[in-house]
């Protein structure tokens, strides 16, 4: 860790770890081991916060790093692992990733008796069951179950392949921070971004404290910080906006 830099603290970096299975949080490569990765970086924000941390492996960290995969890009996966492990158990994540992996199929095999656990896939209308029942002398018992991608578990995975959003990334982003979040504008033209800002929305980001404050990065130099609370209204029409780059 470079001198200077703050730790993660142990129960954040777990939350990370476990929101991705302890894997990486690319659904296309899944690999281990892991390391914790921030998706806007240290040295411009000091923001060691879960929304700003993700798991990746060291191969898709490096990509990250050299710019193959935009930031955009990774502000998409991380959303996405949040609906997908705040809804579905561990056995639903298997059963995504199964499929994710493997898209000549639409079909899965499991053992019986498993549909309690695989409930919240069905209920969405992801997945479709067709139980199969085995006549003995004492009734019957469950053999291995099918599960059959339905039109929506198709569409699903097709956009966690290709790392679409899996939810209105607005109306998530309003119930994630209802009260609004901080964030960063990352451009050279911060007058004129401060200008339109106030013209378009009427938010005066400039009488932020962040807004001019002097940061010290890992190698000794300083720079300005361009920080700004925007209101959870706003956060579509700038946060989310390709007008400008921000980050968080």
Known sequence: MPEGREHIPAP??????????HRCAIPTCRQIPVEVAHIVPYAKTQNNSFENLIALCPTCHTRFDTGQIDRQSMRQYKVNLSVISSRYSDLERRVIEFFVDNPQQDTIFLPGGLQLLLGYLVKDGLL??????????????????????????KEFVGHLRGNEPLADLIAWAEDYWPDGRQIFYEGNKPEI??????DEFGLDVTTDASWAQVIDDDEGRSFMSRGFHCPVELLGNIYYSSRWPMGS
């Open 128 to 153: 479709n069951i067709r139980a199969k029942l085995l006549p003995t002398l004492a009734g019957s018992i469950f053999t291995n179950d099918e599960y059959h991608l339905t039109e929506a578990g």
């Open 193 to 198: 971004f401060a200008a339109t800002i106030k």
């Open 12 to 21: 954040v970096k777990r939350a990370v770890l476990v929101e991705a299975g």
